[in-house]
Protein backbone atom coordinates (compact mmCIF):
# COMPACT_ATOMS: atom_id res chain seq x y z
CA UNK A 1 0.00 0.00 0.00
CA UNK A 2 1.03 3.57 -1.07
CA UNK A 3 1.22 5.88 2.30
CA UNK A 4 -0.27 9.17 1.95
CA UNK A 5 3.69 11.00 2.59
CA UNK A 6 4.54 8.82 -0.93
CA UNK A 7 1.91 10.72 -2.69
CA UNK A 8 3.28 14.35 -1.84
CA UNK A 9 4.82 16.05 -3.95
CA UNK A 10 6.88 19.12 -2.60
CA UNK A 11 9.48 18.94 -0.41
CA UNK A 12 11.50 21.94 1.21
CA UNK A 13 14.87 21.56 2.50
CA UNK A 14 14.91 21.81 6.20
CA UNK A 15 17.66 24.61 7.15
CA UNK A 16 18.53 24.97 10.61
CA UNK A 17 19.57 28.30 11.12
CA UNK A 18 21.47 29.42 14.23
CA UNK A 19 22.86 32.82 16.13
CA UNK A 20 20.10 34.68 14.85
CA UNK A 21 19.75 38.17 16.51
CA UNK A 22 16.27 39.84 16.37
CA UNK A 23 17.51 42.67 18.87
CA UNK A 24 14.70 41.36 21.09
CA UNK A 25 16.89 42.98 23.99
CA UNK A 26 15.92 46.21 22.47
CA UNK A 27 12.84 48.71 23.44
CA UNK A 28 10.37 46.83 22.09
CA UNK A 29 6.54 48.33 22.49
CA UNK A 30 4.30 46.54 25.20
CA UNK A 31 1.77 45.89 22.39
CA UNK A 32 3.85 45.63 19.80
CA UNK A 33 0.91 44.72 17.34
CA UNK A 34 0.17 48.44 15.87
CA UNK A 35 -0.88 48.54 19.80
CA UNK A 36 -3.62 46.39 20.11
CA UNK A 37 -3.62 44.25 23.31
CA UNK A 38 -5.28 41.71 22.12
CA UNK A 39 -3.83 40.70 18.68
CA UNK A 40 -0.32 41.11 20.56
CA UNK A 41 -1.52 39.15 23.33
CA UNK A 42 -2.95 36.40 21.15
CA UNK A 43 0.84 36.04 19.74
CA UNK A 44 2.40 36.46 22.92
CA UNK A 45 0.51 33.89 24.14
CA UNK A 46 1.49 31.52 21.56
CA UNK A 47 5.42 32.50 22.33
CA UNK A 48 4.66 31.59 26.51
CA UNK A 49 3.62 28.20 25.24
CA UNK A 50 6.66 27.65 22.16
CA UNK A 51 9.53 26.57 24.98
CA UNK A 52 7.94 23.46 26.65
CA UNK A 53 5.43 22.69 24.22
CA UNK A 54 8.70 22.18 21.45
CA UNK A 55 10.25 19.96 24.07
CA UNK A 56 7.14 17.84 23.67
CA UNK A 57 7.45 17.74 19.87
CA UNK A 58 11.26 16.77 20.03
CA UNK A 59 10.44 14.06 23.00
CA UNK A 60 8.01 12.57 20.97
CA UNK A 61 9.72 12.55 17.50
CA UNK A 62 12.81 10.95 19.35
CA UNK A 63 11.01 8.72 20.89
CA UNK A 64 10.88 7.15 17.78
CA UNK A 65 14.27 8.11 16.15
CA UNK A 66 15.84 4.73 16.42
CA UNK A 67 13.03 3.33 14.36
CA UNK A 68 14.06 5.30 11.53
CA UNK A 69 15.64 3.37 8.88
CA UNK A 70 15.11 5.95 5.53
CA UNK A 71 18.24 8.21 5.77
CA UNK A 72 16.27 10.87 4.46
CA UNK A 73 13.90 11.17 7.27
CA UNK A 74 16.84 10.64 9.92
CA UNK A 75 18.15 13.69 8.63
CA UNK A 76 14.56 15.22 8.52
CA UNK A 77 13.98 14.14 11.98
CA UNK A 78 17.87 15.36 13.47
CA UNK A 79 17.08 18.83 11.43
CA UNK A 80 13.48 19.26 12.70
CA UNK A 81 15.12 18.90 15.88
CA UNK A 82 17.74 21.61 15.45
CA UNK A 83 15.00 23.65 14.56
CA UNK A 84 12.89 23.43 17.21
CA UNK A 85 15.57 23.87 19.63
CA UNK A 86 16.45 27.29 18.15
CA UNK A 87 12.83 28.45 17.88
CA UNK A 88 12.89 27.44 22.23
CA UNK A 89 16.23 29.69 22.52
CA UNK A 90 14.69 32.92 20.67
CA UNK A 91 11.16 32.47 22.08
CA UNK A 92 12.70 32.40 25.71
CA UNK A 93 14.53 35.70 25.15
CA UNK A 94 11.32 37.34 24.38
CA UNK A 95 9.35 35.55 27.20
CA UNK A 96 12.00 37.12 29.42
CA UNK A 97 10.69 40.21 28.35
CA UNK A 98 6.98 39.18 28.99
CA UNK A 99 8.18 38.08 32.62
CA UNK A 100 9.46 41.65 32.96
CA UNK A 101 6.03 43.07 32.22
CA UNK A 102 4.82 41.20 34.88
CA UNK A 103 3.64 37.91 32.65
CA UNK A 104 4.16 34.99 35.20
CA UNK A 105 6.09 33.09 32.91
CA UNK A 106 7.45 30.34 35.13
CA UNK A 107 4.18 29.50 36.37
CA UNK A 108 3.03 29.09 32.66
CA UNK A 109 6.02 27.16 31.82
CA UNK A 110 6.18 24.92 34.97
CA UNK A 111 2.27 24.07 34.59
CA UNK A 112 2.66 22.97 31.09
CA UNK A 113 5.97 20.96 31.87
CA UNK A 114 4.17 19.20 34.51
CA UNK A 115 1.38 18.56 32.56
CA UNK A 116 3.25 17.70 28.91
CA UNK A 117 6.59 16.54 30.50
CA UNK A 118 5.63 14.51 33.10
CA UNK A 119 2.14 13.40 33.84
CA UNK A 120 1.21 13.28 29.73
CA UNK A 121 3.57 10.00 29.12
CA UNK A 122 1.96 8.12 32.29
CA UNK A 123 -1.42 8.31 30.73
CA UNK A 124 -1.26 8.15 26.97
CA UNK A 125 1.48 5.67 24.85
CA UNK A 126 3.93 7.21 22.56
CA UNK A 127 2.07 6.87 19.79
CA UNK A 128 -0.47 9.59 21.02
CA UNK A 129 2.00 11.56 22.23
CA UNK A 130 3.47 11.34 18.62
CA UNK A 131 0.07 12.07 16.64
CA UNK A 132 -0.61 15.16 19.11
CA UNK A 133 2.73 16.02 17.80
CA UNK A 134 1.61 15.98 13.96
CA UNK A 135 -1.34 17.51 14.77
CA UNK A 136 -0.07 20.58 16.66
CA UNK A 137 2.68 20.60 13.91
CA UNK A 138 -0.40 20.83 11.59
CA UNK A 139 -2.10 23.92 13.44
CA UNK A 140 1.11 25.31 13.79
CA UNK A 141 1.65 25.43 9.48
CA UNK A 142 -1.71 26.31 9.61
CA UNK A 143 -1.52 29.65 11.19
CA UNK A 144 2.37 30.24 9.61
CA UNK A 145 0.69 29.75 5.93
CA UNK A 146 -2.72 31.32 6.32
CA UNK A 147 -1.25 34.02 8.69
CA UNK A 148 1.60 35.80 6.91
CA UNK A 149 -1.41 35.70 3.39
CA UNK A 150 -2.55 38.44 5.53
CA UNK A 151 -0.75 41.15 4.85
CA UNK A 152 -2.79 43.76 7.02
CA UNK A 153 -2.83 41.60 10.09
CA UNK A 154 1.52 42.31 10.72
CA UNK A 155 1.11 45.44 8.88
CA UNK A 156 1.84 47.76 11.75
CA UNK A 157 4.00 45.45 13.75
CA UNK A 158 7.24 45.86 15.12
CA UNK A 159 9.45 44.39 12.99
CA UNK A 160 11.55 42.98 15.10
CA UNK A 161 9.14 40.51 16.77
CA UNK A 162 7.35 40.34 13.12
CA UNK A 163 10.79 39.27 11.80
CA UNK A 164 10.89 36.25 14.63
CA UNK A 165 7.79 35.17 14.15
CA UNK A 166 8.18 35.43 10.54
CA UNK A 167 12.04 32.80 10.91
CA UNK A 168 9.76 30.43 13.14
CA UNK A 169 6.90 30.79 10.78
CA UNK A 170 9.52 29.43 7.63
CA UNK A 171 11.06 27.16 9.40
CA UNK A 172 7.59 25.30 10.68
CA UNK A 173 7.13 25.34 7.19
CA UNK A 174 10.08 23.58 6.25
CA UNK A 175 9.64 20.64 8.59
CA UNK A 176 6.22 21.03 8.50
CA UNK A 177 6.00 17.06 7.20
CA UNK A 178 8.58 15.29 9.91
CA UNK A 179 6.22 14.58 12.93
CA UNK A 180 3.70 13.70 10.19
CA UNK A 181 6.12 11.07 7.93
CA UNK A 182 7.32 9.44 11.61
CA UNK A 183 4.09 8.47 12.19
CA UNK A 184 2.92 7.71 8.92
CA UNK A 185 5.93 5.38 8.11
CA UNK A 186 7.03 4.88 11.28
CA UNK A 187 4.64 3.88 14.02
CA UNK A 188 2.51 3.55 11.22
CA UNK A 189 -0.60 5.28 12.94
CA UNK A 190 -4.21 4.44 12.12
CA UNK A 191 -6.58 6.72 10.77
CA UNK A 192 -8.44 7.29 13.88
CA UNK A 193 -5.10 7.29 15.86
CA UNK A 194 -4.00 10.31 13.87
CA UNK A 195 -7.85 12.19 14.06
CA UNK A 196 -8.48 11.58 17.61
CA UNK A 197 -5.66 13.44 18.77
CA UNK A 198 -6.25 16.13 16.59
CA UNK A 199 -9.59 16.62 18.11
CA UNK A 200 -7.98 16.86 21.81
CA UNK A 201 -5.42 19.60 20.51
CA UNK A 202 -8.21 21.66 18.80
CA UNK A 203 -9.98 22.28 21.74
CA UNK A 204 -7.23 22.39 24.08
CA UNK A 205 -5.12 24.46 22.79
CA UNK A 206 -7.27 27.51 22.21
CA UNK A 207 -8.37 27.09 25.88
CA UNK A 208 -5.08 27.08 27.23
CA UNK A 209 -4.44 30.41 24.86
CA UNK A 210 -7.52 32.18 26.25
CA UNK A 211 -6.51 31.07 29.68
CA UNK A 212 -2.53 33.04 29.51
CA UNK A 213 -4.28 35.86 27.43
CA UNK A 214 -6.85 36.54 30.36
CA UNK A 215 -3.67 36.59 32.80
CA UNK A 216 -1.97 38.67 30.58
CA UNK A 217 -4.87 40.98 30.40
CA UNK A 218 -5.21 41.08 34.27
CA UNK A 219 -1.53 42.10 34.07
CA UNK A 220 -1.82 44.73 31.90
CA UNK A 221 -4.27 46.64 34.29
CA UNK A 222 -7.39 46.19 32.45
CA UNK A 223 -10.23 46.33 34.09
CA UNK A 224 -13.94 43.38 34.05
CA UNK A 225 -15.19 45.85 31.98
CA UNK A 226 -12.49 46.73 29.86
CA UNK A 227 -11.64 42.88 28.94
CA UNK A 228 -14.91 42.02 28.31
CA UNK A 229 -14.67 44.75 25.63
CA UNK A 230 -11.17 43.40 24.30
CA UNK A 231 -13.03 39.66 24.36
CA UNK A 232 -15.82 40.77 22.32
CA UNK A 233 -13.80 42.65 19.80
CA UNK A 234 -10.80 39.95 19.82
CA UNK A 235 -13.35 37.35 19.08
CA UNK A 236 -14.89 38.81 16.22
CA UNK A 237 -11.57 39.49 14.83
CA UNK A 238 -11.32 35.97 14.69
CA UNK A 239 -14.32 34.66 13.93
CA UNK A 240 -16.48 37.49 12.24
CA UNK A 241 -16.48 36.36 7.89
CA UNK A 242 -12.77 36.76 6.66
CA UNK A 243 -11.47 37.01 9.95
CA UNK A 244 -8.42 35.74 10.90
CA UNK A 245 -9.84 31.48 11.37
CA UNK A 246 -12.63 31.85 8.67
CA UNK A 247 -9.75 31.38 5.68
CA UNK A 248 -7.68 28.68 7.56
CA UNK A 249 -11.09 26.28 7.86
CA UNK A 250 -10.01 24.48 4.27
CA UNK A 251 -6.45 24.28 5.43
CA UNK A 252 -7.74 22.96 8.91
CA UNK A 253 -10.05 20.43 7.79
CA UNK A 254 -7.48 19.09 5.03
CA UNK A 255 -6.33 16.80 8.17
CA UNK A 256 -9.40 15.05 8.19
CA UNK A 257 -9.18 13.61 4.51
CA UNK A 258 -7.74 9.91 4.59
CA UNK A 259 -5.79 10.74 2.00
CA UNK A 260 -3.56 13.95 3.53
CA UNK A 261 -0.32 14.54 4.36
CA UNK A 262 1.38 17.50 5.24
CA UNK A 263 3.01 18.62 1.43
CA UNK A 264 -0.37 18.49 -0.05
CA UNK A 265 -2.02 22.10 1.60
CA UNK A 266 -0.67 25.03 0.36
CA UNK A 267 2.93 26.67 1.13
CA UNK A 268 3.85 29.70 2.66
CA UNK A 269 3.42 32.75 0.49
CA UNK A 270 6.53 34.38 -0.11
CA UNK A 271 8.62 31.67 1.25
CA UNK A 272 11.46 32.39 -1.54
CA UNK A 273 11.33 35.88 -0.88
CA UNK A 274 12.24 35.08 2.61
CA UNK A 275 15.01 32.75 1.46
CA UNK A 276 16.75 35.14 -0.97
CA UNK A 277 16.66 37.62 1.51
CA UNK A 278 18.12 35.89 4.12
CA UNK A 279 21.22 34.41 2.00
CA UNK A 280 21.88 37.51 0.92
CA UNK A 281 21.65 39.81 3.87
CA UNK A 282 22.12 37.21 6.65
CA UNK A 283 19.78 39.31 8.64
CA UNK A 284 16.90 37.55 10.19
CA UNK A 285 14.97 41.51 10.38
CA UNK A 286 15.96 42.07 6.99
CA UNK A 287 14.23 38.88 5.50
CA UNK A 288 11.22 39.31 7.73
CA UNK A 289 10.69 42.70 6.08
CA UNK A 290 11.64 41.23 2.69
CA UNK A 291 8.80 38.49 3.56
CA UNK A 292 6.31 40.81 4.93
CA UNK A 293 7.00 43.75 1.79
CA UNK A 294 6.69 40.88 -0.55
CA UNK A 295 2.89 39.91 -1.06
CA UNK A 296 2.16 44.03 -0.88
FE1 LIG B 1 8.92 25.75 16.28
FE1 LIG C 1 7.44 22.71 14.47
Redesign the pocket.
Known sequence: MTSASQQATHHADIVPREHLDFKLNEDIPRFWMGGDPFKTRFFDAMSTL?PVG?KF?IISVREYRDRVTDPKLQREVRDFIR??AQ??LVHKQFNDRLQAQGVDIEYITNTLEQDLIIEAPKVTTAEQRLAATAALEHL?SMMCTCFFERRDLLKDSDPRVRAMYAW?AI??GEHKAVAFDVMDKVARSSYWRRILPMIGVSIGFPITVARIMHHMFVVDGFSFWQRLGLWARGLWWFWRPGGLFIPTLGYYFAYYKPSFHPWKVKEMPSYGDWVQNFARTGDPIAAGNALHAAGQ
Open positions: FEFQEHTTHEE
